[in-house]
């Protein structure tokens, strides 16, 4: 099994940034993609960003110009600095991680890390 554990959720006035981080552990033969995905409150959740293991980054139209996703791949871990943050932005953010545990790809999500944007 892939642990994911997310950090760096909170508060932030709009206009600001945040950094959240999500580090994965366990016993795996391999981390393919990992990334970012948001749900809102009564809404479905969402693709934010995503990085591959050699560093390609595809973004949600909503998340280009303002956030920027990255990864260190001898930690197991990815980065997503938000910037310019508006309150649409509120919502429970989750780590995503395809990783290779017996003889199939298979999809691990972390338990989400709330990010709140308001004054």
């Known amino acids: 099994q892939v642990q994911l554990v997310e950090s760096g959720g909170g508060l932030v006035q709009p206009g600001g940034s945040r950094k959240l981080s999500c580090a994965a552990s366990g016993r795996n033969f391999g981390i393919d993609a990992m990334g970012w995905y948001r749900q809102a409150p009564g809404k479905q959740r969402e693709l934010v960003a995503t990085i591959t293991s050699g560093g390609s980054a595809n973004y949600a139209d909503s998340a280009k110009g303002r956030f920027a996703i990255s990864r260190d791949n001898a930690k197991n871990t990815i980065y997503l600095q938000m910037n310019s943050l508006k309150p649409e932005d509120t919502a429970v953010y989750y780590c995503?991680?395809?990783?290779?545990?017996?003889?199939?790809?298979?999809?691990?999500w972390g338990q989400g890390t709330q990010v709140t944007v308001s004054s």
């Open positions: 995503y991680a395809r990783a290779l545990v017996t003889i199939a790809w298979d999809d691990y």
